[in-house]
């Protein structure tokens, strides 16, 4: 049984914003680091995004900062990405995972930037 299940991916024009969500047990959420990847066409790795620790401290990479926001529902069981001022080379699919990050991911949400 696949823990993470990633959901609200879609086609978005640049500039745009975009909610993605990833359902998982309330434990999993609420004991450990969470975080956000994604894999881009053609890469051969997941890249690590954005992660809220287990003390409620967000950490992400460059790249997005200042545009993403991580958060959780523990009553929803439920990670969120907020995705703002979006770019086509944010184009790719999202996964959520533990950090560090657990052997079996889910399948992922497509994210498309274009115009």
């Known amino acids: 049984q696949v823990p993470f299940v990633e959901s609200g991916g879609g086609l978005v024009q640049p500039g745009g914003s975009l909610r993605v969500s990833c359902t998982v047990s309330?434990?999993?959420?609420?004991?450990?680091?969470m975080g956000w990847y994604r894999r881009a066409e053609g890469k051969q790795h997941r890249e690590w995004v954005i992660e809220l620790n287990r003390s409620g401290s967000t950490i992400s990479a460059m790249s997005v900062k200042g545009r993403f926001t991580i958060y959780r529902d523990l009553a929803k069981s439920t990670l969120y990405l907020q995705m703002n001022s979006l770019k086509p080379e944010d184009t790719a699919v999202y996964y959520c995972?533990?950090?560090?990050?657990?052997?079996?991911w889910g399948q992922g949400t497509q994210v498309t930037v274009s115009s």
């Open positions: 309330e434990s999993i959420l609420r004991t450990n680091a």
């Open positions: 995972n533990t950090v560090p990050s657990w052997g079996i």
